[in-house]
């Protein structure tokens, strides 16, 4: 690493490399620390059951990527990033062969749901109109009046409210499904507040800019990125565990891609005792069980909808679906899981030798569970896909205590590095104006433990990085990220 650095970086997930590719944009000398042997924390593809299956980690499906302020100028189609369109965003089976599913427009959508066509219609219409105005005051630091105020507004009042009322709307099992399934990315009870808007934004997105699939791996995103910090004299250091404030080389500025948790481990007694009392209040949702299959076939799932996407969320009823995260969210172990799969090779033929498929699933499970939960996810995947198990060919598990094992920022095994609940989401990581300060001079966050939150659209590390380029740098433009242009 250079001796001479104005800025480090600690932590390569998303985030990390999005700050580091703003101060590095804006000519600073910029380093970041990795403990892993590779960078992009959960954005990486690895081979984790059979040589030739190219699994993610964590990250899989993007729609925030493809819709976030910060990639749409990062410019990842010019940086030869490819993300592919499955034909079905996302679907979700129900018993009978039934399903519901999200296409790429709203009529394909509505069409598909029989007696709430209508009311689906009805409730996302407007929402389609004003989508890049609402996305952009999503991902932001929540912290101004966004543009187009009326229109967030009104998104905003349908947020706050629980899946469980959104879902009211309906009385399909179709749709009730169908919400249930994309709210429950939020890992909360349905019940609770804002998991409504959980469902309404990622269903508005996937009907206005698809759910797609990076084509050979979530890694291509990071590695764009790794190659845009070192194109401006970057660097990127793997395999060293930061342990302590004190080991890094001297710098103007720290931007830190951890918890408030791993902050307070780190900063030790530089953390002020008030900024340190936030940090320890800060909450940590449940965790998840990972499992990653290598496939003879593709799954012979029963819904054809199934078949060609490239999510599929399992668990059956609204009810059923709630009941399930119920459970979790009480600090039980469902039998009937709700369950999140992935089925990249529908449309990405490099993610398995020619004829072979890979799948990834999770379940939610309390924060810290060491249960292998790999039998109840195939018994979901059964319900819907009748002999499936014929294909597999290898498998691999990851328990919620050993994702945390893998990458400290998922506490417990909770892949949001934070729950995502109404204060959380307002008041990420404390109810502050700056949400990036840590209450040491020139050092900040820019985990999802910030906003906007979770996701890979790397929002989080920019806005993080434009705060140092004002408040220590003194630099109030934002630089320019896209590709270099050659000579």
């Avoid at 918890?259 to 007694?269: K, S």
């Avoid at 009480?330 to 992935?342: C, D, I, K, N, Q």
């Amino acid at each position: 690493m250079s001796a001479e650095l104005d800025a480090v970086v600690v932590g390569s997930g998303p985030n990390g490399l999005a700050a580091a590719v703003v101060l590095c944009a804006a000519g600073l000398a910029v380093g970041v620390y990795e403990m892993g042997p590779t960078p992009g924390g959960g954005c990486r593809t690895e081979e984790l059951t059979l040589p030739g299956f190219h699994h993610d980690v964590c990250s899989a499906g993007h729609p925030l990527a493809i819709a976030s302020g910060f990639f749409r100028r990062f410019d990842l189609a010019s940086r030869g990033v490819r993300l592919l369109q499955p034909e079905v965003a996302f679907a979700h089976p129900l018993d009978g062969g039934r399903a519901g599913a999200v296409m790429a427009s709203l009529d394909d959508t509505a069409a598909g749901l029989g007696e709430d066509a209508e009311a689906w219609r009805h409730l996302f219409r407007p929402l389609l109109q004003h989508h890049p105005a609402i996305t952009d005051a999503v991902l932001s630091s929540m912290r101004a009046v966004p543009p187009q105020p009326v229109a967030v507004g009104r998104f905003g009042l349908l947020a706050v409210r629980s899946a469980a009322a959104i879902a009211g709307r309906f009385s399909g099992d179709e749709a009730r499904g169908l919400f249930a399934g994309v709210a429950a990315h939020g890992m909360m009870a349905l019940d609770r507040p804002v998991t409504g808007g959980v469902g309404l934004l990622l269903s508005m997105l996937a009907q206005a800019v698809g759910f797609p699939l990076v084509e050979g791996g979530s890694a291509g995103l990071v590695s764009a990125m790794v190659e845009a910090i070192e194109q401006r004299g970057g660097e990127v250091r793997t395999g060293e565990r930061v342990t302590s404030l004190a080991q890094l080389p001297p710098a103007e500025a720290v931007l830190l891609d951890v918890t408030p948790r791993a902050l307070v481990e780190l900063a030790g007694d530089r953390l002020p005792p008030r900024q340190r009392r936030r940090a320890e209040r800060f909450r940590y949702g449940p965790g998840v069980c990972k499992v990653d299959w290598a496939l003879a076939g593709p799954v012979p799932w029963e819904a054809d909808a199934c078949r060609r996407a490239g999510t599929v969320h399992l668990g059956g009823t609204f009810e059923e679906v709630a009941a399930s995260e119920a459970e979790v969210a009480a600090g039980r172990h469902s039998e009937r899981p709700y369950v999140l799969t992935m089925q990249p090779s529908v449309i990405d033929a490099t993610r398995a030798p020619k004829g072979k498929h890979t799948l990834w699933a999770y379940c939610h499970v309390p924060a810290g569970s060491t249960l292998d939960r790999s039998e109840v996810i195939a018994r979901q995947i059964d319900r819907f896909a009748p002999g499936w198990r014929d294909l597999v060919l290898a498998s691999s598990v990851r328990t919620a205590a050993e994702m945390a094992e893998h990458d400290p920022n998922y506490v417990g095994g909770d892949i949001g590095s934070g729950t995502q609940d109404l204060r959380q989401t307002f008041a990420r990581p404390a109810a502050t104006w700056n949400p990036y300060r840590t209450g040491i001079p020139g050092v900040y966050l820019c985990s999802s433990s910030t906003p906007p939150g979770p996701g890979v659209h790397g929002r989080c590390g920019e806005l993080a990085a434009l705060s140092v380029l004002r408040e220590v740098f003194g630099l109030k433009r934002p630089p320019g990220i896209g590709p270099i242009e050659r000579p």
